[in-house]
């Protein structure tokens, strides 16, 4: 089992510009979930999905879009790119909500 | 106030020393308390999780949770350089989201 992958690994934007972080598990796990980490700040959720078609907000989702169409992926899409959004952005899934979350690499996101 | 506050550190000890990482929580509700380990430029990996109060040993690690005090700890006994990363506490109500911790930094000696 490869768990949870994210493309691209790094990426830089210029302000204005959109993108999406690509997130994919083969755990066949219902529930996704998209943070930011930044420095000194602990780990931000984004959105979240419950099992394909189903999304929510997090805590911090103004920015930002996703969709769930499949089990097994659950893209992030940022729409004009903020300084703001510079950040380093994990997903994870879990079988039980919240409970032993499985997290990808991460993309390191730089926007100038 | 944070729901879950973490000293940031970073904390740097001798190797073969007992380690201890600390979190406070201010919402009682909390039921599951967890430790994510994060090696730098990787994503966290769940090293411990507990229900309720007690202890729970795995190994040279030991988490601690004392709901009375809203504490949680994480012992590391005989560290060793390869535990050199960031150690992040979570807690989790029922079927909400997990809130984590900032994160503390630990780096282990030679």
């Known amino acids: 089992n490869a768990g949870v992958t994210q493309t691209p690994k790094f990426r830089i934007l210029k302000i204005g510009q959109s993108m999406t972080l690509q997130c994919t598990q083969d755990?066949?796990?219902?529930?996704m979930y998209w943070y930011r980490q930044d420095p000194g700040m602990g780990l931000k959720l984004i959105y979240y999905?419950?099992?394909?078609?189903?999304?929510d907000k997090g805590e911090v989702p103004n920015g930002y879009n996703v969709s769930r169409s499949t089990t097994e992926d659950f893209p992030l899409r940022l729409e004009l790119a903020a300084p703001s959004q510079t950040s380093v952005y994990f997903c994870a899934s879990s079988y039980q909500p919240s409970r032993e979350q499985f997290f990808g690499p991460g993309t390191r996101l730089t926007v100038l | 106030q944070k729901e879950v506050e973490q000293d940031p550190g970073p904390l740097s000890v001798p190797e073969g020393a007992i380690v201890s990482l600390n979190c406070t929580y201010s919402?009682?509700?909390?039921?599951?308390f967890m430790w994510y380990r994060q090696y730098s430029r990787k994503g966290p990996e769940l090293l411990m999780y507990t229900y309720s109060s007690g202890n729970k040993e795995d190994g040279r690690f030991t988490a601690q949770v004392d709901k009375s005090s809203k504490y949680i700890s994480l012992f590391i006994r005989d560290s060793q350089p390869s535990d050199s990363a960031t150690y992040l506490c979570a807690t989790l109500f029922g079927n909400e989201k997990l809130t984590f911790g900032t994160g503390t930094r630990l780096t282990i000696i030679p």
């Open positions: 755990m066949n796990h219902n529930y």
């Open positions: 919402n009682s509700a909390f039921q599951y």
């Open positions: 999905s419950v099992g394909a078609g189903i999304t």
